[in-house]
């Protein structure tokens, strides 16, 4: 069973090798969905309970990036980068994430898998 969980969170940053706008001082209003997968567990009945979920990536992604100025995190602060940058902060903690999507706009998502 796959469950999904979305988080939200507020950053700053720069693309200092986009040929446009990105290039400027800019921030987003980011929208995480977490996604884990694993069997339902016959004394919770639960894959993970939603509430360590959110004390986990709260704790380990949220706190680290929300109103922060990412290039400070994640040098090249795209998409693609943070997504990994938060699946390697994550998977340590949650064996089950399976997968990860990552909005930028309400229109721009980037999903990763671990690949």
Avoid at 25 to 54: A, C, K, N, Q
Avoid at 88 to 110: I, N, Y
């Amino acid at each position: 069973m796959i469950l999904r969980k979305e988080f939200s969170f507020e950053a700053g940053h720069f693309l200092y090798n986009h040929p446009a706008k990105c290039r400027n001082m800019h921030g987003h209003s980011y929208r995480l969905f977490v996604s884990i997968e694993g069997p339902v567990d016959s004394e919770t009945g639960m894959v993970i309970d939603f509430g360590d979920l959110v004390r986990i990536v709260q704790g380990s992604v949220i706190e680290k990036l929300d109103h922060h100025f990412l290039n400070d995190i994640i040098p090249l602060s795209t998409s693609e980068n943070i997504s990994v940058w938060i699946w390697q902060q994550l998977k340590p903690l949650l064996p089950g994430l399976c997968q990860l999507e990552l909005f930028e706009t309400t229109g721009s998502c980037v999903i990763y898998r671990g690949e």
